[in-house]
């Protein structure tokens, strides 16, 4: 369970960092992730700055462990909402992760909905 747990942790700086810059409301956020998965200050830095510099980071992630797709997803989601604005490539790499994890398109997009409220 531990190493899943940094499996999402990775994936959210891969999310927050796609546009090439973590918003501090998301270091926020992954700082309090890191703290209750257990990864130090360093290694969450250098998680960040590789999902800020290598587009092909995401590639990586979920190639082995298996998590809860729509528990995995939901905090890839608040990750890329905590600064309220969802980038389209931030929901590229989401939609992305989804279907690496076996979700469907249609249980993306519920899922998505419910999460980010449209005004």
Do not use: W
Not at 18 to 25: P, V, Y
């Amino acid at each position: 369970m531990p190493m899943e747990k940094v499996e999402v942790l990775r994936a959210c700086c891969c999310v927050t960092g796609m546009g090439g810059e973590t918003a501090a409301e998301e270091r926020v956020f992954l700082s309090k992730l890191a703290g209750q998965v257990g990864v130090g200050q360093a290694s969450l830095d250098a998680m960040v700055a590789r999902g800020e510099t290598d587009p092909q980071f995401y590639q990586e992630q979920f190639k082995v462990l298996k998590v809860d797709p729509e528990q995995a997803l939901t905090i890839l989601i608040e990750a890329a909402n905590c600064d309220d604005h969802v980038t389209p490539e931030e929901i590229m790499i989401l939609r992305k992760f989804g279907t690496k994890l076996g979700m469907t398109e249609q249980d993306f997009e519920k899922l998505f909905n419910r999460l980010i409220r449209k005004p």
